[in-house]
Structure formats: structure tokens, C-alpha cells
Nanobody, 122 residues
Framework: QVQLVESGGGFVQPGGSLRLSCAVS????????LAWYRQAPGKQRELVGQ???????LYADYVKGRFTIARDNKENSMYLQMNSMKPEDTGIYYCNAHVPPPTIEAETLVVWGQGTQVTVSS
């Protein structure tokens, strides 16, 4: 089984902080590049940041300097630390895993979590 499970969403005031976690199954933990996405109602899903197997971290411009993505090797999880949050950060946050195919004939594996709601409001 391959599986991603998000947790930690909730309500926060502008300027506050939240930490989201993504529990990653064994196969994905060893083989996948990981990422966080988010989607507001009526909007397209957008990339928040990426964390590759090699340790490269990339952030969208609108979260750079406020959000941090990292692996927790002891817990087999990826977290998203969100600081200085703004109302426009509101949305459903999704964990994503991308696994390149083992052969050139195989298909790329993409796995999504169920999502966790984040609401930023006073």
C-alpha cells in the first residue's frame, strides 16, 4: 500500500502559526519526491513547496520566508511549518508524492493525501 495522511489543519488568526504533518508510507518514504499543495474554493490547486529525496527544497514565491518544509526521519513524515500567516493562505492543504518509473516503459506514480483544512481569519 502507498499512502499519505495529512494532519494539523485548523483555525488560526492572521500573523499566527500552524504546523502540518504528512505521514508517509514506507515505499514512498524511500523512493518519492515530496511536496505540499493547497487549493482555495473556486481556485486551482497550487504548489506550496517541494522536498526532494536529495534534500533540495523549493518554495513558491508567496510563501518564501514564512513557510518551512522538512523531513522528519524518525517519524517517516514531512512537515510544513507556517508562520506569519495571511488570510490568503486559507485553503485545503495536500501532501503529494512523486515517484519516477523504475523503467522507461513504466508510468510515473503520483499519490495524493486526502487534505487538511486551514483557515486564517480574525
Amino acid at each position: 500500500q502507498v499512502q499519505l495522511v495529512e494532519s494539523g489543519g485548523g483555525f488560526v488568526q492572521p500573523g499566527g502559526s500552524l504546523r502540518l504533518s504528512c505521514a508517509v508510507s514506507g515505499r514512498l518514504w524511500k523512493s518519492a519526491d515530496l511536496a505540499w499543495y493547497r487549493q482555495a474554493p473556486g481556485k486551482q490547486r497550487e504548489l506550496v513547496g517541494q522536498l526532494t529525496r536529495g534534500g533540495l527544497v523549493l518554495y513558491a514565491d508567496y510563501v518564501k520566508g514564512r513557510f518551512t518544509i522538512a523531513r522528519d526521519n524518525k517519524e517517516n513524515s514531512m512537515y510544513l511549518q507556517m508562520n506569519s500567516m495571511k488570510p490568503e493562505d486559507t485553503g485545503i492543504y495536500y501532501c503529494n508524492a512523486h515517484v519516477p518509473p523504475p523503467t522507461i516503459e513504466a508510468e510515473t506514480l503520483v499519490v495524493w493525501g486526502q487534505g487538511t483544512q486551514v483557515t486564517v481569519s480574525s
